[in-house]
């Protein structure tokens, strides 16, 4: 029997969820409080998986559309479900209502799991009868296109939920990977943050253009980045591996960490000169389109590393 | 008529240049002061050549390598040579007496580049009678796959040899970037530590294992930063631009930014257990050969990237 999901929430995230889940033959039931919403939901997701099947990620859109259901009662929508998937507002009060009224509608063993960006698990569950089965379940945007999801428990999550959480993930073809502990931001937020501080640091103090910036990681760090990864990578950039590399540029990295100044790399000043340059590069109208042929980028390169993967 | 172009050090980095030249139509001196080293050049610089071939990369063995010549007297090495790339060892006084012999045999406006990743040019330049037209051209490894090339001058550059070197890059089919004033490591090694010590550190802490830090970057992170950079991803990920983007995620990362500790990322405990974690995954034995598939995945991105650009 295939697991029954309930997504909480249909924007953007919500329906990228059904499709992931769908997609690998799980029954979804969608929910939104807002009917409307739920309206313009069904032509939203065939939109995207057409762009799916034309990219020959997926080979029919029919049998995923026939397995999403969308319903705005929340107790008739999570009937007979066995994971919810919760995707409301990133506002820790809005949460714990959701959390509470949740808990009053599943199975004692449902597992809820929240799409959060930032906040930690514990924040929005600790007042919950059983918070034991709640967790974070974070994916990059959007998910049937970048497979990345941090599962990251608070201190009362139940071993039992997050090897549930991690084997569905895994069944829905994403690949999960595990916070031991919480932290704010998790582990691909922190990572984008460490190296977005720098980037910012070196546009605003003249160092580099942002159009440069952006060129040393598309055409230099990300490309072996984006099938390694930077422990890999650098392990297999010394003749004896990683301990090696690290005796010969620790230091140098070390200076990078120690020169780091302490203001704020996020302000306003540097956020309308970095928007001047962008702006100048791409108008503001020409936005959406970028995004389109962003997801076209992506859905190519998923393209050619299953291509790549099956050699 | 096509340059002629002197490089200095047949290791590694030596050869790899030289394949980026000849491979455009320009002649390559390769010189290195072991005659002994010059004597597998060839077949080292021939294997390269078939594994791009093979890969679809250039469409021809013979013509490249019946440009390479290779030479043990500096001065033969350098007649008539119009660009210098220097490959000698990552050592302030080696650099200087290299660049003081260069410049007795060279012409007065020949420009001289170093491939050096952490020295700025004014250390190992500044004193030349012309140290104008000196400056760093940093190549990520190897530069045949990996187009990125950060050009670095020094205070006292020119902006003719500058321009030279931009341009010579871009008829050699890599991607130059300005360094616009010298910072030690330049700008990729500098977002490489950022990203680096904040990781050494997640896994040091016990948030995370390598396997999974490496798996956010090569499933979720490094996806998008693979054809695009971190700014514009960034700019396209909020719907009014990087503005918006700041408004809503720089205090994330802002927190992110100060919560970081001052203590050692690179100390031999966390190394120890890195290298650790790595043998165990890949044991020293697999390093050589994970390399050679680093390289074929390379060679497939680059290929696949120049298929969709051209459609």
């Keep these: 029997m295939t697991a029954c999901i309930g997504i909480i929430g249909a924007g953007l995230i919500g329906r990228a969820w059904a499709i992931v889940f769908a997609r690998s033959g799980m029954s979804v039931c969608l929910y939104d409080v807002d009917a409307s919403a739920l309206g313009q939901v069904r032509d939203g997701i065939r939109q995207s998986l057409q762009d799916l099947l034309q990219a020959d990620l997926i080979e029919d859109i029919e049998a995923p559309l026939s397995l999403i259901q969308t319903e705005n009662d929340l107790a008739h929508a999570m009937r007979g479900v066995e994971y919810v998937q919760e995707c409301g507002p990133e506002d820790i009060d809005a949460k714990r209502r959701i959390y509470s009224e949740l808990e009053s509608v599943v199975a004692i063993d449902t597992v809820l799991a929240s799409s959060t960006s930032g906040i930690a698990a514990s924040r929005f569950t600790n007042h919950l009868k059983h918070p034991e089965r709640c967790l974070v379940a974070h994916p990059v945007n959007p998910p049937y ?121 996020w302000d306003t000043a540097t956020l309308a000169a970095l928007g001047q340059e962008r702006r100048s590069q791409l108008p503001s109208e020409g936005l959406a389109e970028r995004q389109a042929w962003r997801d076209r980028r992506l859905m190519a390169l998923m393209a050619h590393q299953r291509h790549i993967d099956t050699k």
């Design 145 to 265: 296109l970048i497979p990345l999801v941090e599962v990251a428990p608070s201190p009362d999550t139940s071993e039992a939920a997050v090897n549930r959480t991690m084997q569905l993930m895994e069944q829905a073809q994403q690949t999960p990977i595990l916070v031991r502990k919480e932290v704010q931001g998790f582990i691909l937020n922190r990572l984008q943050g460490a190296l977005l501080n720098e980037a910012l640091r070196l546009f605003r103090d003249g160092y580099v253009s942002a159009e440069d910036l952006d060129k040393t990681v598309k055409h230099g760090l990300g490309l072996r980045w984006s099938f390694m990864g930077p422990f890999e990578t650098i392990d297999l950039n010394a003749p004896n591996g990683v301990v090696d590399y690290g005796q010969r540029y620790g230091p140098l990295y070390r200076d990078v960490d120690r020169q780091r100044s302490d203001d704020d790399p």
